[in-house]
């Protein structure tokens, strides 16, 4: 079992930055590949941004291609969310993720590649 528990959000006006942490217990870390994911009201969750065991694979949706950096510290179990340029569409409710599984780029993509789930953490961004 993989405990999973996130940190940061919060309110911001458009252009603004915001660091989202997560970190994750109960299997080594450096077993798991993280994600990002959110889901805005009346909107389907939707991927944000994942990064392989190493950290040195990553890979975006294209909404947070050049605007957000995820990377991850496998010496303290954490995964981050670094959100520059923020804009009021990405307001959304906000979680991060965890797998075991081994799987590709476009796997990891999908809501359904993760077993495990943080509770959710809430981005406003004011115009």
């Known amino acids: 079992q993989v405990h999973v528990v996130q940190s940061g959000g919060g309110l911001v006006q458009a252009g603004a930055s915001l660091r989202l942490s997560c970190v994750a217990s109960?299997?080594?870390?450096?077993?798991?590949?993280m994600g990002w994911f959110r889901q805005a009201p009346g909107k389907e969750r939707e991927f944000v941004a994942a990064?392989?065991?190493?950290?040195?694979?990553?890979s975006y949706a294209d909404s947070a291609k050049d605007r957000f950096t995820i990377f991850r510290d496998n010496t303290k179990n954490m995964v981050f969310l670094q959100m520059n340029s923020l804009k009021p569409e990405d307001t959304a409710v906000y979680y991060c993720?965890?797998?075991?599984?081994?799987?590709?780029?476009?796997?990891?993509?999908?809501?359904?590649?993760?077993?495990?789930w943080g509770q959710g953490t809430q981005v406003t961004v004011s115009p």
């Open positions: 993720a965890a797998s075991t599984v081994v799987g590709g780029k476009n796997y990891f993509a999908r809501a359904l590649a993760y077993a495990y």
């Open positions: 109960g299997r080594p870390f450096s077993d798991l590949t």
């Open positions: 990064v392989g065991r190493s950290g040195v694979n990553t």
